[in-house]
Structure formats: structure tokens, C-alpha cells
């Protein structure tokens, strides 16, 4: 029964949201849209829940086991906490304030103001790793050691040609013929790799909606 | 000399006035088309509405000069109306003779998805067969996938080390496709870590994804016969944030120096950001994604990729489940028929001038 019946859930939305694909009738749709939207936001919401429930347990763990740099736990747990406490009572931003004060003379820090000097500024700084992390990797794919590796140099050697003003002093067709390489092989390509892709996704839909793969069910019969 | 002037300024009425259901909608919406009045003073057309057993007309638009159709998307279902189209100028108006009556109606058929449900009948008929064949034959052949083949000796490193093997599904939610496939695998790599005892660490960016991670490490534990291994701090959720997801998941591989990573499911930017901290952390990486942008991130820093289809075949691979292989075997025959048809309507096109793309 434990598993028969989310088999069953899955069975039947699952077909019901392949038919609301073909059926553009409004009973069909209205009902596929709740499903999508509403049924899924309470879930979410729920599952929030679960997700903080999560944090606070890992970390409270690792303080009590004093694993490997525990007082970190204690800042995430904290910071939770806070930025939970304003989130909920301190209101959004200065225009709509919450019961608590968030302001100390022209400072605030209501949510929207931790988010933007924060959570943004931080995002920014591990995003822009990603340039260094980039000149690593290009190092270790453009390294010739075979045959397409070779290919990879070459073409990324053309097309970066392409891209400047120099490509075209060398020869007044190299920017074009950059071009055709991201229009043509690399494009092709891409559309091979996305056959692929659908058609797995389709078989791991089916699969699924029939009931013949569980894995996410954690396997069994 | 005034009857020479009415004559002059007169304006034709647009005629061929026509009203129709639009076709493959929710119901609610009416095609009005007409023939415009070749008069250049016109500077417009009023659309008129009439509810059938109602005297009154309604103005429900007034369009362009160029306009010769309007779609009423106010009509209640099943409800008969007629329309009168008004051709304007800057001092006359010229109605057209009432239309029909019609109503609108919602269909039960989308006519322009046709392609696409035969397509959908037609693969699932090919999957269909190729299930059914593998439970009679167990044998079926699979092309070798080495990123998957590479699973075990990935494990087995890791559990010589006694180290962690670090799981990453990916940062979408249980709606993408490819974070099903990631945990269809997570199954079957949790099933082998409860089997070496190697600690597993699964991180995850979604509570919905953590809570179904957490019920699959679970039952692979219980089916590997080691309930008593599993814990609740195997799969936690970190949060939502891109970024922030990625720099705890960087933390977790430098603090615990797992000897496997495993990212797998849908990424972004982070991508590299993932793979490459691993790579410096000297671990066996397995990555594996339908995101076509992020695949070149992870063939450069990680040891093995799963190229999209790759990673939705995997969970079968990896289980050897005759009924999963079949659906691979069905994968296969579906991409080789799908070539197939490119080819022949690609040649159609470019020898006999078809208007295949009409077809579809």
C-alpha cells in the first residue's frame, strides 16, 4: 500500500498531464493549471518546513558532535534565526515596515535591505570565481594530448580569431568562417544532443508514469 | 451638384463579413474576417457584437484601416452572436450587412498537436515493445556507457580511502525531468555505498528534492540490507541560492575531501564553479546533465560526463533492471527511427522541392 498508492498519484497525473497537452478544453486545463500551480505551492510550502528543519538539525548536530570547524554552525544557525525574525516581523523594506524596528536612525536592515547588501554582494563575489575558474579550465581542455583535444584548441582558436579585429586582418573570411562554426558543426551538434535529451525524457516519463521505474521511490518491487 | 458630391464621398461597406469558432481553443473566442473597402479615406473598422433574442449592439473594437480580421475574445460558450463590421471615415460610417450567427465553443482536441500525438503514440508504442522483449529476453545489448562503468571503481576508490563519495543533484526541482533521472541514480549509488559502508553526503537545493532524497537514500539502504548505516544527516538541504548553494557544496568538498563526486541533474553557472573546486580537491568526478550549456564545464574538469541521454539511461545501466534496459534498447530505436525520418524528408525537401515542413 506504501507504495501503490504514490504509484497510482503518479499514474494518473502523470496521464492527466499528457492529455492536458492535446485537450485544450477548460475542464481539462483549469484542472491541470491547479494541479500545477496550487497543488504544487502548498506542497512547497510544506516542504519549507522540512528544509529548515534540515538545516537546523545538520548543524545542531555537527555542534554537538564537535565535528570539523563546528562554530561555524553556530553563525549559519544565527543567521537563520535573525534573518528569519526580520523577514517575518520587521516588514519587507522602509515603505512597509513590520511590527519590530529595523531601523536604527537612517539605517535599516529590513529584509529586502539584508538581501540587496548581503545576499547579492556574496552571489556576485562566488559567480565572479567563475572567471578564474574558467581560465583553469580552458588551460586544462586546450592542452593538445589527442585528437580532439586538438579540435577543441583549433576551433576555440578560430572562433576567439573570429571575435577580434585582428581575425579580420588576417584574413577578411575569418570572422565569417567562425561564424559558420557556431552556426553549422556546433549547432548541429547541440540538436543531436537534444534528440537525446527529449527522448530521454520521454522514456523516463513513461517509465515512471507506469510504474516500471522506482527509483525515486528508493527501488523495489 | 450635391448629388455629385454624395457620390463622390461615398464609401463601399466591407462585405464577405465572416464569423467562425476559432478552432483549438478553450472556448470563448470568435474569428470575425472581412474584405476591406478599397476607399483610401477610411481610417477604420468598428466591430459590432448582437447576442441572438437581444436588440441592442455592442461596440466591441475599433480596428486599423489594414485590419481585415478581429478575434472576439469575450464571448460566453454556446451563446449565438452575430457581427456587423463598420467601415470609418472621418465623417461617414458604412455598416455591412449582420453576419451570421455563431457561438463559441470549447474543443476537446488541440488539431494543430496532431503531429505530436501521433509522435507521443508512436514512441511509446516502440518503448512499449522493447519492455515487453527484455522481460522475455534477458540478454538484451546495451552499448557501454563509461561514465557509468565507472561508478563502481569511483565507490571502490572512495571506500579504500575511507572517504566520502559527495552527491550533488543538481539545484532544480523535482519538476525537471533531469533531477528525477539524478535520483534514480542516487538510489543505486546509495544501494553500493551501504554495501562498501562508505559515507555518503548528498546536499540538495530544494527542499521538495531533499525530502524525496532523503526517502530514496533511505529505502536503498533498507534494500542493501543496512538500515542500521543510515542516518538523517546523509541528505540535508542547504538552500535555494545559486550561489550560496555553490559555495557550501565547495566548502563540503574542501572540509571533507570526498574521494567521489558525483554531480548530477540540472546545473547553471555553478557548474564549473563545482566541478573545478572538486577537480582541485583531487576527487574521481562523475557529472551528469542535459544542460547543453554547462556540458562543456563538466567534460573539462570532470573524469567522466553523462552527455544528456546518457544520464536518463543511466539508473538502468546501473540496476541491470530488464524491464529499465528495455526502455534504453526503446531509446535507441526511437533515436535511430527519428534520424531516419531526417534524412529521408531532408532529401525530399532538397530533390523533389516538398513542402515538408508544412507537414509538421
Known amino acids: ?221 | 451638384m450635391i448629388l455629385l458630391l454624395i457620390i463622390l464621398f461615398t464609401v463601399t461597406p466591407p462585405t464577405a463579413v465572416q464569423v467562425k469558432d476559432l478552432p483549438n481553443d478553450d472556448g470563448g473566442k470568435i474569428l470575425i474576417t472581412w474584405q476591406r473597402a478599397p476607399e483610401p479615406e477610411i481610417i477604420g473598422y468598428r466591430v459590432l457584437r448582437q447576442e441572438q433574442n437581444s436588440e441592442e449592439w455592442e461596440t466591441l473594437a475599433f480596428v486599423g484601416r489594414l485590419a481585415n480580421r478581429y478575434i472576439d475574445d469575450e464571448a460566453k460558450n454556446y451563446l449565438p452572436y452575430r457581427y456587423q463590421i463598420i467601415a470609418c471615415t472621418d465623417t461617414t460610417a458604412v455598416p455591412s450587412e449582420p453576419s451570421g450567427f455563431v457561438s463559441a465553443v470549447p474543443h476537446w482536441f488541440d488539431t494543430s498537436t496532431l503531429p505530436a500525438f501521433i509522435g507521443t503514440i508512436i514512441l511509446s508504442l516502440i518503448f512499449i515493445y522493447f519492455i515487453n522483449r527484455a522481460q522475455r529476453d534477458k540478454n538484451l545489448f546495451i552499448r557501454r556507457i563509461a561514465g557509468l562503468d565507472a561508478v563502481e571503481e569511483a565507490l571502490g576508490r572512495a571506500t579504500e580511502m575511507g572517504r566520502a563519495t559527495l552527491y550533488v543533484p543538481g539545484l532544480s526541482s523535482m519538476a525537471d525531468v533531469a533531477t528525477i533521472a539524478s535520483l534514480n541514480i542516487l538510489g543505486e549509488v546509495a544501494k553500493k555505498t551501504a554495501k562498501f559502508g562508505t559515507p555518503l553526503i548528498v546536499p540538495t537545493s530544494d527542499p521538495i528534492v531533499y525530502t524525496v532524497a532523503r526517502e530514496v537514500v533511505k529505502e536503498s539502504y533498507t534494500a542493501a540490507g543496512r538500515p542500521d548505516a543510515f542516518h538523517q544527516d546523509i541528505v540535508f538541504f542547504v538552500t535555494d541560492q545559486q550561489f550560496a548553494f555553490a559555495a557550501a557544496v565547495d566548502g563540503i568538498m574542501t572540509r571533507e575531501k570526498p574521494a567521489t563526486n558525483f554531480l548530477i541533474g540540472m546545473f547553471w553557472a555553478e557548474s564549473l564553479i563545482l566541478a573545478e573546486t572538486g577537480a582541485a580537491t583531487g576527487a574521481i568526478q562523475i557529472a551528469g546533465t542535459d544542460a547543453i550549456a554547462q556540458l562543456p564545464f563538466f567534460i573539462t574538469a570532470c573524469d567522466y560526463t553523462l552527455i544528456g541521454e546518457e544520464l536518463y539511461a543511466a539508473s538502468a545501466y546501473i540496476s541491470r533492471e530488464p524491464l529499465l534496459l528495455g526502455a534504453i534498447k526503446g531509446q535507441d530505436y526511437s533515436k535511430a527511427l527519428i534520424t531516419f525520418l531526417i534524412i529521408i524528408f531532408t532529401v525530399m525537401a532538397l530533390v523533389f522541392n516538398l513542402p515538408v515542413k508544412n507537414w509538421f
Open chain 1, 1 to 221: 500500500m506504501k507504495r501503490r498508492i504514490p504509484l497510482m498519484i503518479v499514474l494518473i497525473t502523470g496521464i492527466f498531464g499528457a492529455v492536458a497537452f492535446f485537450v485544450p478544453h477548460p475542464a481539462i486545463r483549469s484542472a491541470d493549471e491547479l494541479m500545477r500551480n496550487d497543488v504544487q505551492r502548498i506542497i512547497t510550502a510544506f516542504s519549507l518546513v522540512l528544509g529548515v528543519g534540515s538545516i537546523v538539525q545538520h548543524h545542531l548536530l555537527k555542534i554537538k558532535r564537535h565535528a570539523q570547524f563546528w562554530p561555524y554552525s553556530y553563525i549559519t544557525i544565527i543567521a537563520l534565526l535573525i534573518t528569519a525574525i526580520i523577514g517575518v516581523f520587521g516588514g519587507i523594506d522602509v515603505t512597509k515596515p513590520g511590527i519590530l524596528p529595523t531601523r536604527i536612525a537612517s539605517f535599516s536592515f529590513h529584509i529586502q535591505t539584508i538581501y540587496s547588501n548581503m545576499m547579492v554582494p556574496l552571489a556576485a563575489t562566488m559567480f565572479s570565481l567563475l572567471a578564474f575558474f574558467m581560465s583553469s579550465a580552458a588551460y586544462r581542455a586546450f592542452r593538445a594530448r589527442n585528437l580532439e583535444a586538438t579540435l577543441l584548441l583549433l576551433s576555440a582558436f578560430i572562433l576567439m580569431l573570429g571575435a577580434v579585429p585582428l581575425g579580420r586582418a588576417i584574413h577578411k573570411q575569418l570572422p565569417a568562417f567562425a561564424e559558420w562554426i557556431l552556426a553549422v558543426p556546433n549547432t548541429a551538434s547541440k540538436r543531436g544532443i537534444l534528440f537525446g535529451v527529449e527522448l530521454g525524457i520521454f522514456a523516463t516519463s513513461l517509465k515512471i508514469i507506469l510504474g516500471i521505474e522506482r527509483g525515486w521511490l528508493g527501488g523495489g518491487k
